[in-house]
């Protein structure tokens, strides 16, 4: 990195140039286009997922130690494609694998949660758990979206619990316990209808 002008102040840096909007779009699968166009080229997309940051109204950004500017994101900037657990009860770990391949480890820290107003919209008795990849500069986190196959790993290791009092079926990671469904209905064969499954990319593929 360039070194600070001898006459700065040490530890006082001047912020980021505002570029305004760039023109970045996140995806609801995941795909990053710049200008309208996919960016194909994986180590791309993971250089700019590792300096995209989210402010405290919300907004996304992109931002360097010399420029920053907002981008689009249509649901939320990450997609969890792949699920791997040890260990069983309060114990169980479970590890998430972006489709940046960042491994994150629900917790504390990294919760899953599940939109509560959306589970029984439209009939349907599942809703998508999001996963907080990390925080953001104020309340809200930068997440990723469960993808569909993982929502099956995740309702097949659901255990019976409470949310507020009220059964529910939900996962252990760290000592926590994640409420994903209501008990009646958060079964392992009804997932989360999930718009863009049907074009939705692996990242494996």
Known sequence: MPQEPADQPSGSRRPPRDCGPLPFLIQRDGTWLYQGTPIRRKPMVCLFSSVLRRDAAGRYRLETPAERGEIEVEDVPFVAVELEWRGCGRDQVLAFRTNVDQIVCAGPDNPLSVDWGCVRSGGDCAAIPYLTVRAGDG??????????????????????????????????????????????CAQPATPPKDPAANHAHDSDS
């Open 139 to 184: 309340a809200f986190p930068i997440q990723a979206r469960v993808a569909r196959a993982v929502y099956y790993e995740l309702a097949a290791l659901a255990v019976e619990g409470k949310r507020n009092g009220e059964p529910c079926l939900g996962v252990w990671s760290q000592n926590r316990f994640f409420p994903i469904g209501p008990l009646v």
